[in-house]
């Protein structure tokens, strides 16, 4: 076994355009702590051009097959494709299975489509705590489009509406996905519609559901009407016309000026997530912190004081100017 | 966040004998390890790029048809040319003795035969690679 | 029976029993099934021999398919082999048919078994290594070279290119001299348990049984002493399943064929006749026989009053039976000689027509000709010495083989149900409903064996320190790889080529079509297109299955 290069001739040879130093700096931003930020910090100047998609749905919607097809349009289109397929983390053993390669095996040769599976590991739900930072390598690898492919369970699949500029919501007309999309609030999210298995006899009618239900959402002038797209991944049929609902919400973005004020958008949440993710650590780790609940935690038990101005006397003590 | 151990298991060949692969998957899966599963009929080419994609630890490659001589040593010289010659690599199925012992010499790790213990692979797995 | 007597007499029985100690030893089958420590006569109440056994070869053929059984004639001997050049294996044919063996079971390698010639790319170190290599006609000529079609049956191991293989084969015979309908013998041709279990699929499900509903039409015409379909358990097993699910998934597969024959529009009596199926002989003694009667039982039941079939003949279950690879041990490789023999003798007690016994050595390497020999001999030996032929379903009204025969009808019907109510077998294997309950199964297994709450002799138990494995094992040489490469292309250079392009036209233009496509692949078969011409003109237009992932 020969030593493992260290961060800054990581950082050259990706630089380089080495798959396998861009990999391994995937493992490090997804381990995090301080080699995390260092990389962040050198390849962010090289981000903000990838176009990023979300992709998002239940479970066996056939999210990956039909990923696996828009790979080989968006090929044909000479795109440099990255993608991300996140699947959940087992909360008993925090072990993981991530099968989705299996589905994406037309391009497992294609050097210009790198595909990364992640756990979803630490995070609540659909999503891994490092996606965003994933994202950026891969943008800044010079990976022009971003595929996203979160796990479409729970409610948090609705980060990638931060994530992504366009949302691509996949069901199936299997029953009652339409309404556990509703009940999700995926509704809200979704700028394309995608019913996937076309070749299901209540395709049509699913999909017809969806738009209807569309219709009853109040949509300003000039914002950008969801779209509703039959496709089969199997019979390879609709990813055309997928694409280019895709192409026209990006142009929708590009024209109306959308597209930077995203990019705004999407930097704000990430400063913010940043923020919270580095004052919860700072205070779970004070020592200050510690003690001085320990010790109003028996008030808070005894009713004397309400969680509240527990919370109000701990602003005081840590109070940022 | 604690490093964790990224495993690809992947059946090179033409065989569909895939019930050791994912026993083997599962039994890594449960013990806390994420597994990176990319199924039947892979190519070296297909699982040597992979592995560098995922930055795995370690790959395992499940094969009964006889053509191990072929794809071992083919998947290690691919990972090699990519620049990734630390992942280790072992491997399970039908394998004869002499084999195995021409396999380890070309630094195959283990070659775990039919009535394994997945706990021996497990075991095997976190003497290597101690989670931090 | 006294019935007074026998109520007092248990009671004293039970009550005794549960004043003696028992082992800490879980009672259960090697499938997990309860077994109880006692069968009485209250296990089989108001059991109707008519309606459940009958005679043998009479309606539900419980007791088995013939009225004579092995005293007609044993089962037949028939050892899977295959390996190398086709002139390698045509050595081994006659090596087994000069020591007695009586029917030839071919065994492919997997690039034949994936549709790639051998010069393919992906073809690449698989050469010879599981079985033959069989690229065209020529190889087909020469793997029966001095053995004839017309006298032998021989039974193919084959499945997605099976209609490739059985063009071959006929023709092989038709330039010998014997006619189609004069050739016997079996392709397995079962692609539903491809889907489910065995994983070697080339097209998607439905263009797949229009092939095999083709070769159904085509044989009950043409070839009509030919098996078209064994519907295999063995494969399901070897994945993982249970003797339940093996069973279940196995009928509810050919139910399927039946049904697709039906809605092509053919008579079912004319082709059920051939339909032959293919279980595995696992561990569990009992438990296997009980498979193989309810099978039968089943079977007569179901295509009589579903599907209306009227001729006897369609109501048999006739089967082939293997030993359980799965359950040779790579550790003191000589105790599978063992194992094998009882999984012979249970096979031969539920009444199979022929029987493969795995070789010691399997778990290490293909077998060698001394395994193969003695793997046969105990074929013999169960024929010849033990006696257990000498009557008829000896096992017949046991209280314990009766109530577990039911049982495990009852278990199938379940499955039956959930199938239905999926769909259908296709639907379900979309779903992955059957992969799925076989990975369960397996998993579940390997924890037992491995909690120890399962023996396996010399692996979690009784094993041997620094053992040396001490038996003489056959590798295949380099060579085969570089020689079948030459072989094809030589071929390729020696052939009508125009002809060659338009025979291949013809076949693209017959599958976009409806037509029957076995006729045009004959005429493939006989200008020498190889099987990977074939196959990939046919996934021009029917297109490649692609491996789902079920977890």
Redesign the interface.
């Known amino acids: 076994?020969?030593a493992?290069p260290g961060i800054d001739r990581l950082l050259e040879?990706f630089a380089e355009g080495?798959?396998?130093?861009a990999?391994?700096l995937?493992?490090i931003l997804?381990?995090?702590?301080e080699d995390a930020e260092r990389i962040l910090d050198s390849v962010f100047h090289r981000t903000g051009d990838a176009y990023r998609i979300g992709f998002t749905g239940p479970p066996g919607a056939g999210k990956s097959?039909l990923l696996n097809r828009l790979t080989g349009r968006f090929r044909e289109k000479d795109h440099r494709i990255g993608i991300i397929a996140v699947d959940p983390?087992?909360p008993f053993?925090?072990?993981?299975?991530?099968?989705d390669?299996?589905?994406m095996?037309a391009h497992?040769?294609d050097?210009e489509v790198?595909?990364?599976?992640l756990?979803s590991?630490?995070s609540l739900g659909g999503i891994s705590n490092c996606t965003d930072e994933v994202i950026d390598l891969m943008d800044a690898f010079g990976k022009d489009l971003v595929l996203i492919e979160t796990v479409g369970v729970g409610q948090s699949e609705l980060e990638i509406a931060e994530k992504a500029h366009t949302v691509v919501v996949v069901l199936v007309p299997e029953s009652g996905d339409g309404i556990q999309a509703m009940k999700a609030g995926l509704m809200e999210i979704g700028d394309i519609f995608v019913m996937n298995k076309a070749d299901h006899e209540e395709a049509e009618s699913a999909a017809r559901e969806i738009q209807d239900t569309l219709r009853l959402k109040d949509i300003p002038e000039g914002e950008w009407e969801p779209m509703v797209v039959l496709t089969s991944a199997r019979e390879d049929t609709g990813i055309v016309e997928l694409v280019e609902a895709i192409e026209e919400h990006r142009r929708h973005l590009e024209v109306g000026g959308h597209f930077a004020s995203m990019r705004k958008k999407i930097l704000r949440s990430r400063v913010r997530n940043a923020l919270m993710d580095r004052m919860e650590r700072r205070l779970r780790q004070s020592v200050r912190v510690r003690d001085f609940l320990e010790q109003r935690m028996e008030s808070v038990y005894k009713g004397e004081i309400s969680p509240y101005r527990v919370v109000r006397e701990l602003e005081g003590l840590v109070s940022i100017q | 966040m604690a490093r964790k151990v990224r495993v690809l298991i992947a059946k090179p060949g033409l065989d569909g004998h895939d019930r050791g692969a994912k026993v083997v998957a599962n039994a890594l899966k449960d013990a806390g390890m994420e597994i990176i599963y990319t199924g039947l009929h892979q190519t070296p080419e297909m699982i040597a790029e992979s592995a560098v994609q995922e930055d795995v630890d370690v790959v395992g490659l499940s094969i009964l048809s006889g053509a191990h001589m072929t794809m071992f040593p083919r998947v290690m010289e691919l990972m090699k040319e990519k620049g990734a010659e630390h992942i280790v690599v072992f491997g399970g199925g039908i394998i004869p003795p002499e084999d195995m012992d021409k396999l380890k010499e070309i630094g195959v790790a283990r070659i775990f035969g039919p009535g394994t213990n997945t706990g021996d692979i497990v075991t095997f797995l976190r003497e290597r690679f101690p989670e931090e | 029976m006294d019935r007074k007597k026998y109520e007092d007499e248990k009671k004293i029985y039970f009550d005794a029993l549960s004043g003696c100690g028992c082992q800490d030893i879980e009672y259960t089958t090697v499938s997990g099934e309860e077994v109880k420590e006692l069968y009485t006569p209250d296990d089989i109440e108001g059991f109707d021999y008519n309606e459940e056994l009958g005679f043998p070869g009479q309606y539900p053929y419980t007791r088995g398919v013939y009225p004579n059984m092995y005293r007609g004639r044993f089962w037949t001997q028939r050892q899977f082999a295959g390996f190398g050049t086709p002139k390698d294996t045509n050595g081994r044919y006659h090596y087994l048919l000069d020591h007695g063996q009586t029917g030839l079971s071919v065994a492919f390698d997997l690039p034949t078994i994936m549709g790639y010639d051998s010069d393919h790319k992906r073809s690449e170190g698989e050469v010879g290594r599981c079985g033959v290599a069989i690229d065209s006609l020529k190889d087909m000529e020469i793997l029966f070279d001095g053995i004839d079609p017309g006298t032998i049956t021989t039974s193919m191991t084959i499945n997605a290119p099976a209609s490739i293989m059985l063009a071959f084969y006929l023709c092989v015979g038709e330039r010998k001299g014997t006619a189609f309908e004069k050739m016997g013998g079996t392709i397995q041709n079962d692609i539903l348990k491809e889907y489910i279990a065995q994983k070697s699929w080339i097209f998607p499900p439905e263009e797949s049984m229009r092939i095999i509903t083709d070769i159904l039409a085509f044989c009950s015409n043409h070839v009509p002493k030919w098996n078209t379909i064994s519907i295999s358990g063995y494969h399901i097993r070897e994945a993982g399943s249970t003797a339940i699910q093996e069973l279940a998934f196995t009928l509810a597969d050919g139910f399927a064929y039946v049904e697709a024959g039906i809605a092509v529009g053919l008579d079912v009596d004319k082709f059920a006749p051939r339909l032959s199926f293919f279980f595995n002989s696992h561990l569990d003694f009992f438990e296997e026989i009980v498979k193989y009667r309810a099978a039968r039982r089943i079977w007569a039941k179901r295509m009589k009053e579903k599907y209306g079939a009227k001729d006897p003949k369609s109501l048999l279950l006739r089967f082939h039976t293997q030993t359980a690879g799965c359950t040779l041990t790579a550790q003191q490789p000589e105790n599978n000689i063992v194992r094998t023999a009882f999984q012979g003798m249970s096979a031969v007690l539920g009444g199979t027509q022929s029987l493969h016994t795995n070789s010691m050595d399997e778990t290490l390497a293909l077998p060698s000709e001394k395994a193969v020999r003695i793997a046969l001999r105990t074929q013999q030996i169960i024929a010849h010495e033990t006696g257990v032929i000498n009557t008829i379903d000896p096992l017949a009204g046991s209280y314990f083989i009766e109530a577990k025969t039911t049982e495990m009808e009852e278990a199938a019907e379940e499955y039956f149900r959930r199938i239905d109510k999926l769909g259908g077998v296709v639907k379900a294997i979309d779903r992955g409903f059957f992969q799925r309950e076989i990975q369960k199964s397996a998993y579940e297994y390997q924890k037992a064996v491995e909690a120890g709450r399962k023996v396996i002799v010399g692996v979690n138990r009784f094993g041997l320190e620094n053992e040396e494995i001490d038996i003489t094992l056959l590798s295949i040489d380099e060579e085969v790889e570089k020689h079948q490469k030459k072989a094809v292309q030589e071929v390729r250079e020696t052939r009508d080529n125009d002809k060659v392009s338009r025979e291949l036209e013809c076949l693209r233009a017959a599958a976009e079509g409806t037509g029957n496509l076995i006729p045009v692949i004959i005429d493939c078969a006989r200008c020498y297109c190889t099987e990977g011409e074939i196959i990939d003109t046919l996934k021009g237009v029917f297109g490649e299955y692609k491996e789902p992932l079920f977890i």
């Open positions: 076994m020969t493992r040879l080495k798959v396998a130093a990999a391994r995937i493992t997804e381990n995090g702590g097959s983390t087992s053993t925090g072990g993981a299975f991530l099968g390669r299996i589905r095996q497992s040769a050097p790198f595909v990364r599976s756990a590991r630490g």
